[in-house]
């Protein structure tokens, strides 16, 4: 509702005031399109003020407390990762826990031990090598302890693969290359 309405429903039962009257509704109108314009920046402090419901520039003002901003494009994603980046702690050492907040790079990852100081890192849901890789690579290095070694592992069509999810030439001469060595539509 108005400020504007709800003030001339509050001064109704009084009967002091005419409200139809330009002097008394006009300046009710001025006065509850001021509270209008206050509610609604209000609502978007309250709003951009939480990763939970930040859509735009609480977001970028979250991010830009970082080194380096994540990957992800949507505003969800980028809040998950947002919020992956702020729980890593002193004690983030543990695979769990670095699991837990390598999303903070932006795109779904995953890392697995190899060795006592080396781990691997894949993209789980992403075919070929994940769009921005430089700058998700840096990031990813940032999170992870820097003792260790760290591969990065890709998934990409193989024969078998093509094999059993295409039965001739002609239903895979749409695709160019890059397009058919990351499909994963079908899979």
Sequence with gaps: MRHAQCMRELLLPLGVY????????GELDAQGEA???????????????SLVTAESWGLEQTAS????????????????ALAALLRIGGDS????????TISGCGVPARV?????????VTFPGIAGIPDNF?????IVEDILPAHL?????????????????????????????HGLETCVEYL
């Design 93 to 100: 050492f543990t695979l769990a826990a670095i699991n837990d």
């Design 112 to 120: 697995q031990e190899l060795g006592v100081e080396r781990v691997s």
């Design 149 to 177: 070694g760290i591969q990065y592992d890709f998934w990409f069509l193989t024969w078998k693969e093509l094999e059993e999810n295409f039965h001739s030439w002609k239903e895979i001469e749409d695709f160019s290359w």
């Design 18 to 25: 005419d409200l139809g009257a330009p002097f008394n509704g």
């Design 65 to 80: 407390l970082f080194l380096r901003r994540p990957v992800a494009g949507e505003p969800r994603k980028l809040a998950a």
């Design 134 to 138: 430089e700058e998700l690579k840096k």
């Design 35 to 49: 509270l209008d314009h206050m509610m609604a920046w209000a609502e978007e402090i309250q709003r951009e003020s």
